[in-house]
Every structure is written in C-alpha cells, then in structure tokens.
C-alpha cells in the first residue's frame, strides 16, 4: 500500500501472562476513517494505547510514517487522544485546557490564542474560554477534548469511545460533526467503538476484532454484506444463523430444506454456518416459500415490525413492514443472494 | 426532622463551648490580666522579650517543615501511583512509628546522638568524631521531620491518588514532557495537599517543646518551652503563659491563612470530581 500511515505487525500484548493482544497485524492510511469494532474487553483501547505510545508491545512492531517508534513516548509522538472519559485537566479553563498542547510546545502566544479561538469556534465553544470544565455539561467537556487534541493538528486522532457516555440525540449530531472535522481538517482518525451503528455510519473502514485478533475488515458495506463468519454477523446488525450444509457449489441445505445460493468453492457435504438478514426474509402466504412456520411474536419497532417466527426447529427473526397475526401461519422466502454461507466456526473459537 | 438534627448537635455544641470556646476566653483573659487581677497590656508587650526564642522557633519549624515536604512530596506521589492494596501496606509503614509513643520515639533519637551514643560510636570505630549531635538546633529539626513526616505524606497522598491517571496521559498526550506533566498538572492538582500538610507539620513543630527540650539542649528553646515554664516551671506565670500562647496562636493564624491564599488558586471542586 501506498500511503500507509501507521503499520501494526504482529503485535502481542499480555497483561499477568493474559494475551490481550493475539499477534495483531493492521496497515493504516492517511487521512483515512478507521473504527475498531468489537465487544468489551476485545482489545481496542489496547490497540489504541501502543498507537499513542502508552503502552509497548511485548513483541511485534510499530511503524509510523515508515519509522519503528516501538518506544517512542507519548510526548514525542505525531499523535492526540481523545480520552473515553475526557480526561480534561480540572485545573484549568476552558481556554487553558485547549491551549496547553500549543503552549507545551511554547508557540507564540498571538498564534496559540488565534488557533484555540479557531478551534473553539469550529466546536461551537466561543464565549466558554473562562469556565472551569467542571461547570460544562457532558457534551460540552467532549467537544473541550476534542478542541484540545485537534488544536494541534496531529497526523493521527485517536478517539476511544468518545461518545459513549452522551445520550442517543447528542450522540447522532457528534456522529456527523466528527465525520465534517475529519474531513475539513484531512487528519487520519482512529476510531474505537462497540455500536455496530456507528462504526457503519462514520468509517471509510471497519475492523471487527474479538479477543485480540482482527475478524474482518473492510468497507462498512462489505462487513455488512459480506461478513466474514458467524461472530461478525451476529456483531454487524442482527441476523438468523442456521446450520447448515453446503451440498455442492450453489446449492445449501439448512432447516431440512435445499436452496439455491450463490456461493461456491466449499466442497461438497461441507458444514457451514447460514447468516439471513431479518430484513432479507420475505413473508408469503403458507406453503407459497419454502419455509412454513407460526407467528410467536410482534413487536412494532418504529419503521418495522419485528416478527417471531417458530419454524423447522429454528426461531426466525424477520424485519417486515407489514404486521402478522400471532399464532397463524405464514410461508418465508429467501432470495439466493441474501443468504450469506461462512466457514463454521469451530467451538470456542 | 430539623428538631432532631437540632437536638443531636447540642451534645457537640456543649463540648465545644466547654473545652474551646471557654479555655480560648481563659487565655484571653489571663493573658490581659496581672496577678492582682487588673487589666494590662504588660504580659503581651512582655512577650517581645522573647522575640529571638519566636524567631527561632519559626525558623526550625519552617526548615523541618520544607524538609518534610522535600522528602514527602516525591514518596507520596510513588505511592499514589500504585495498586491500592501496595498504598495501603506502604501507608501503614508509615504510620507505624505513631503507634509508639511520641517520648519514647524522641527519647530513642537521644541515645542514638548523645556524645557517647550509637551513632558516635559507630563514627568512632572508623576513626571519626566524635561529633557533637545532640544539643544542636539540626537535632531539633530532625526530630521535627522523624515525628512530623507521617503529617505531610498523608494529606499529600489523599490529593494525590485523586489525580486520574488519564488526565496525566492527557498531558503526555499534548505533548508535556515528564518534567513538564509535573509542574503543569501534579504540582497544580496537589497543591491542596500541600498546603494542608504544610500547616499539619509546621502547626505542632511550631508550638513543641519535647522535641527541642530532649534533643535541643538549654541553647535550643522555642515557645513551647517558653509556655511549659510559665505554667509547670520555676517561672510560674500563668499570665505571661497566656500571653505567648495567645502571640503563638496568632503567628499560627497567619501561616495559616496565608497557606489558604495558595489554595484558593486551585479548583478543589474539579480537583476531587
Ligand atoms: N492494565 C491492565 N491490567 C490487566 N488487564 C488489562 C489491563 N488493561 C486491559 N486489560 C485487559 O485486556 C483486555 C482488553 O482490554 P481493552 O483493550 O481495554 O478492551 P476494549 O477496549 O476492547 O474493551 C481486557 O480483558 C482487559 O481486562
Ligand atoms: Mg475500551
């Protein structure tokens, strides 16, 4: 790759013998939008921190701009944070907390007070350069660390669950605001989150991760669409997963019925795991599909209604625009396309 | 229910009328009375005899005071950085000697200088000294530190494990070298702690007379010493007494209020958020 900007090679860390950190290899580009996705404790502020310079590796390599800076500190270090709990210095105002990566590097003070007012505009902060930071609110104090880190216009922002403490309408209107910094400023952000939803709607790239290895990564539409085993599935929206046997190429059997797919290459008589979208199931009268089963459940969730379904041993979830009758019986298709075949995961894994 | 809470603080109400409010009067008015119970100002302009004994004693409780924040500071800033269970065992460390009594702890640093003590003859075996230890004003400071040290370390260490690590990754984030994290972010976040360590030290080695009476010498009095002759001595003059405990009380005020005007540059509020 080209324009690579942060190279990960084989990075291991343990915490008391714990690997926390599996051999974890990850190019970064410039000026890209990436998001780490995945479940607590999988890794992600760890991943984060040997970026930062807060914690080394026990053994692998971090290349930044084609230097090894396995041990270079923070302080030395083209990159900012964006703390999960703001990290704010309670000492200082407003002003002083966004200054004082500029001061550290002791600009003159004509230009370090030109670029906090700059950057307290663009975060809507003007006229709050003299409160204490604990006076602001929840939303406030976020947009005061991310005016501190973006103030120095590092090569690389590094966000850890920045949005996680705000409520769902705050956490919308960040999303896009983020999304317009990163582009405005042309800086690479990396983004860490365990919303499916907002790593979809913010990145250029996902990277699903779970006990310290990468799942998958991709564009947001490809781990979507084309998600990469069971784990991810499951992850990215929600989804039905059925066994399944893979008879010969496009052809799979699961639930005790045969269906056309457009996957190939698995072998004959393969085990696999079979993802279907709840949205990508269509409802038809009983015994039109080639599923039959009865309503269990109905639940209105806004722009559709989420559908229960007890049928060939398995409990089916489909997303309809239209209610059904609990308790009567209805016939299910699946187009081809919609159904994703992945590998089996092994148990445990 | 504000009956109540009213009626529980009058046992406090009472005992801090019995045992403050009424000696603190006591003390006024003794110390502006003389032995034919008259008013005088005489007691207090007495106490300007004894300006260079207040001096001294300032002065030795204010080096004590600086060494003890010298070496406390750096120690209770370690321990604030470790596990809780490591605080709290290298926190009973440091208590321990405080579970002895204070004259046995001081009575213990006589044998170790005295002329022909410990320390002496352990000098003495390499050919040094022996050297004149005890009776010297740096025997009263030390004995300040060796008691007093425990006072320092302690408020330092509440303010200090109140530091969040994140907020000093923050400032090695934007860029603060070690140095620099220090003296932008610790030393303004401790400063509460220094300040009431300060006065905890610098109060009682302020107004001690074991101290200076069994380490320091006859050469070596403060106004602790100045007091206990006044009420206990040969001296016997419970006015004058009054007197300089009433100019001690003042001194100490001042150090105090003077230490508050430190803290209030200092947002405690965000401090222990
Ligand atoms: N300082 C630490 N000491 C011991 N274990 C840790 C430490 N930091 C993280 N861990 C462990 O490492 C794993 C990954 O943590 P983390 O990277 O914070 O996950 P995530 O950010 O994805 O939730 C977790 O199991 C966590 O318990
Ligand atoms: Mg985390």
Same mark, same amino acid.
């Given at each position: ?11 291991? /860390? ?97 230009? /370090? ?118 784990? /991810? ?39 696999? @795991?079979? /993802?279907?979208?709840?949205? @990508? ?28 379904? @007890? ?39 | ?99 002895? #009594? ?63 690590? #994140? ?74 007494? #009054? ?31």
């Amino acid at each position: 790759m080209k324009d690579v900007l942060i190279d990960l090679r084989d990075l291991v /860390v343990e915490y008391d013998g714990e690997r926390v950190l599996n051999g974890l290899s990850l190019q970064i580009r410039d000026k890209e939008f990436v998001t780490f996705l995945g479940p607590s404790g999988c890794g992600k502020t760890t991943t984060l921190r040997i970026i930062g310079g807060f914690i080394e590796p026990v053994s692998g390599d971090v290349f930044f701009d084609g230097k090894r800076i396995n041990s270079l500190p923070p302080y030395k270090r083209a990159v900012n944070t964006v703390f999960q709990r703001y990290a704010l210095f309670p000492h200082l105002n407003v002003y002083e907390n966004v200054a004082f990566g500029l001061k550290v590097k002791r600009l003159p003070e004509k230009e /370090v007070h030109s670029r906090v007012e700059e950057m307290l505009e663009m975060v809507g902060l003007r006229g709050y350069e003299r409160r204490g930071v604990a006076q602001l609110s929840g939303g406030q104090q976020q947009r005061v660390a991310i005016a501190r880190a973006l103030v120095n216009t590092p090569r690389v922002l590094l966000l850890d669950e920045p949005l996680g403490a705000l409520d769902l309408k705050l956490r919308k209107e960040m999303q896009t605001e983020l999304k317009r910094y990163q582009q405005q400023m042309e800086i690479t952000f990396i983004y860490v989150t365990h919303d499916q939803e907002e790593a979809l709607t913010m990145s250029d790239r996902v990277i699903v991760m779970r006990d310290g290895e990468i799942q998958q990564e991709g564009t947001p539409q490809d781990i979507y669409n084309e998600p990469i085993n069971a784990f /991810v599935a499951d992850f990215i929206g929600e989804s039905n997963i059925i066994d399944g046997v893979m008879l010969h190429d496009f052809l799979v059997e699961f639930a005790g019925v045969r269906f056309d797919c457009v996957d190939k290459g698995f072998g004959e008589m393969q085990l696999v @795991d079979v /993802v279907v979208r709840p949205e @990508d199931i269509r409802v038809v009268s009983p015994g039109e599909g080639k599923l039959t089963g009865v309503v269990e459940s109905v639940i209105f969730k806004g722009v559709h209604y989420e559908i229960m379904v @007890d049928a060939h041993g398995y409990h089916w979830k489909i997303h309809s625009t239209l209610p059904q009758e609990v308790g009567s019986f209805i016939g299910m298709t699946v187009a081809p396309g919609d159904i994703q075949i992945m590998h089996r995961m092994e148990a445990g894994e | 229910m504000k009956l109540h809470t009213r009626l529980a603080s009058v046992p406090y109400l009472l005992w801090v009328v019995v045992f403050t409010i009424i000696p603190l009067l006591l003390i006024i008015v003794f110390a502006f009375t003389g032995t034919d119970g008259g008013f005088t100002i005489e007691n207090i302009s007495a106490v300007g005899r004894y300006t260079d004994v207040i001096m001294k004693s300032i002065w030795l409780a204010a080096i004590a005071t600086g060494v003890s924040l010298f070496l406390g500071y750096p120690l209770a800033y370690i321990i604030s950085r470790h596990s809780a269970r490591q605080q709290n065992v290298s926190l009973m460390l440091i208590m321990l000697p405080m579970w002895m #009594s204070f004259l046995l702890r001081t009575f213990a640093w006589m044998t170790l200088l005295e002329k022909t003590g410990v320390i002496n003859r352990l000098l003495g075996l390499a050919g040094l000294g022996p050297f004149e230890l005890i009776n010297t004003s740096g025997a009263v400071v030390l004995g300040m530190v060796y008691n007093y040290l425990p006072f320092m370390i302690l408020p330092l260490h509440s303010v200090m494990v109140k530091i969040d690590a #994140s907020v000093i990754e923050a400032a090695q984030d934007l860029g603060a070298s070690p140095l620099r994290v220090f003296f932008k972010v610790v030393l303004p976040l401790s400063m509460p702690g220094i300040s009431s360590g300060i006065t905890m030290v610098f109060v009682p080695a302020v107004s001690t007379f074991i101290i200076s009476r069994m380490l320091g010498g006859g050469s070596n009095l403060m106004i602790g010493d100045l007091i206990d002759m006044q009420f206990l001595g040969n001296a016997y003059n419970p006015h004058l007494g #009054s007197a300089i405990s009433l100019v001690l009380m003042v001194i100490i005020l001042l150090c105090m209020s003077i230490m508050n005007q430190f803290d209030d540059d200092v947002d405690v509020e965000g401090v222990l958020r």
